[in-house]
């Protein structure tokens, strides 16, 4: 099975955050009338783009040295990038046609969230200490944990962000 570089892992976690702007910004253009819907997925896609710069940042200091047991963790990080949610490299979302409701949107987001989640900490597993880069993973860590806060209490009817 072929291995992921560091750098590659990288510039998928770009991928995944851009993968989730134009999901949530689908989303808003697909059902206009839930202003809630709109209010939640604006805000999250905002989010999407802040993270994929942080991942650009991060990107200009990695080097191309692979860490200890990067074999094991490069079939993982592939295993996470190859499910349903992203369904492997340079690809888009799968299609969005069993999305006929805000729920469906709603349950999709919180999925997709739980995917990306399981990939950063991946992610923050391989990456150096250097320059904050472990730090930096972890504040995107824990906001993304946030998303999946927002998600649940929206499709839980509380409509509070």
């Not at 750098?7 to 134009?22: I, N, P, S, W």
């Amino acid at each position: 099975m072929e291995k992921y570089s560091v750098r590659e892992v990288v510039e998928q976690a770009v991928r995944t955050e851009r993968l989730g702007y134009d999901f949530y910004t689908s989303m808003i253009l697909r059902f206009p009338e839930d202003k809630g819907l709109q209010e939640l997925f604006g805000k999250l896609a905002e989010k999407e783009r802040e993270h994929e710069k942080k991942f650009l940042d991060l990107e200009a200091t990695i080097r191309d040295e692979e860490p200890v047991d990067w074999e094991e963790v490069s079939e993982y990080l592939r295993a996470i990038v190859e499910s349903e949610f992203f369904l492997g490299r340079d690809k888009a979302l799968p299609e969005l046609e069993h999305v006929k409701t805000v729920k469906d949107a709603v349950r999709f987001a919180i999925g997709f969230e739980k995917e990306t989640l399981l990939y950063f900490y991946g992610l923050r597993d391989v990456v150096r200490n250097v320059a904050n880069e472990k730090k930096v993973i972890d504040i995107i860590i824990e906001e993304e944990k946030s998303h999946v806060i927002m998600l649940s209490r929206f499709g839980a009817g509380s409509g509070s962000l």
